[in-house]
Each structure stands twice: as structure tokens, then as C-alpha cells.
């Protein structure tokens, strides 16, 4: 029986620490599931942890939250992602590498890019929960353009960003497969072609107008 007595140090040690080895439970295994590319729902993971599912929204308040914290550190950075590309100065070719990339890394998590894309649409303020990849991706696929188109134009370099965060994305990838039911290669070749014709397109309309600005000099 619970006398009304404060709890000691090491009581309430004890139970702070049960928490978080709790938490860190629920977050195993909501890595755990989003591995395997099935649907991912807090019902789920708190199955997968063996907890109820109230004890997992008393640790996160919506699934958003959880998978946020699940995938921090499970991504590689644009650096390691790009790695491949790490001496080539051509955009179009960094570009193709980023977006095949991403798209892949949406397939092997798909259950949790779904529920993310899900509960972001439902509640946007809730959208800061997503990872946004695409944008670091596109940043450092584009870094060669920093020295040049990016010196003389920026302006257009910021519509290409913006242009390709629209294409670069699960939510391009989904419409293909979702919609017009290409299976996954034939998608990620789509939007591959499309984020590489939007840079090249991009570039190309740059150069007369560089060329004008430098014969004006």
C-alpha cells in the first residue's frame, strides 16, 4: 500500500530509469519494423515492445514524433550518400545519384514514409517531424554550382532547388507506383530522367545568358 511517504533517491532513480529503458524499447522497435517496409502504426511498434499502446503515447505524442526520433541516425549523410560522386563537378550526374538514392531509401522504409507523409498531411503543423532528406540531398548535389552558376545567378539556382524538391521525393516516387502501377525500377528510372532533364534544362538556359553577361564586360 502506497503510504503518502516520498519516494528516495534511488526509488525515483530506479523509475527514471525504467523510463527511458522503455523508450528505448519503443524506439528499437519502431526501427525494428520500419526496416522490414510493412506498414508502421503505433499499435505495432508498441506490440513489437511489449507494451500497451497507451504506455507508447505516454513516451511520444503521435507517431510522427516516434518515427522522427527512430530514424535520426539511420540515414547517411549527403556526404556518404553522394560518396560515389565525391570527385565529379557535373550536377546532372551528382543529381541522378542523389535521386536514386533517396527513392531507394524510401522503398526500404516505405511502411514508415508512408505514415510520415500520412500524419504530416493530416496535421501540418506536425510537418517539421519529417526527416525533409530531399533538401540536404539536392544542397550537396548541386554544391559544385556554389562557384559558378551560384556566384552569377543565384537566383536560378534557388528554382532548381525548389524544382527538384518537387521531383525528388516520395511522394513522386508513390504517384508512379500508386497510380500509374510501374513497379519500383521503372519508377525510380522516371523520376531519375526527370530530376537529371530538370538540372541539364537548367544549366543549359544559364549558359547564353553567363555568355551575354561575359561579353558585356
Known sequence: ???????TPQATAGRVNQKLRTRRAIVQAAVELMRTGRDVTMLGIAKSALV???TAYRHFPDLASLLQEALAGQMPT?????????????????VAVATE?????VLTYQG???????ATITRPEAAEARPAMRFGLIDHALAP????????????????KNDLAVVVSAEALFALTDLSRLDPEEAIASVVHTATTLTRAALDS????????AARR
Open 52 to 54: 500497451s499502446e497507451a
Open 1 to 7: 500500500m502506497h503510504t503518502g511517504e516520498p519516494m
Open 112 to 118: 514508415a514514409t508512408r505514415a510520415m507523409i500520412a
Open 145 to 160: 554550382l556554389d562557384g559558378t552558376l551560384g556566384a552569377t545567378d543565384p537566383a536560378a539556382v534557388r528554382q532548381l
Open 206 to 213: 544559364a549558359a547564353p545568358a553567363n555568355g551575354r553577361r
Open 78 to 94: 549527403p556526404a556518404e550518400a553522394l560518396a560515389s560522386v565525391a570527385d565529379s563537378r557535373d550536377p546532372v550526374e551528382r
Open 101 to 105: 538514392h533517396l527513392l531507394r531509401t
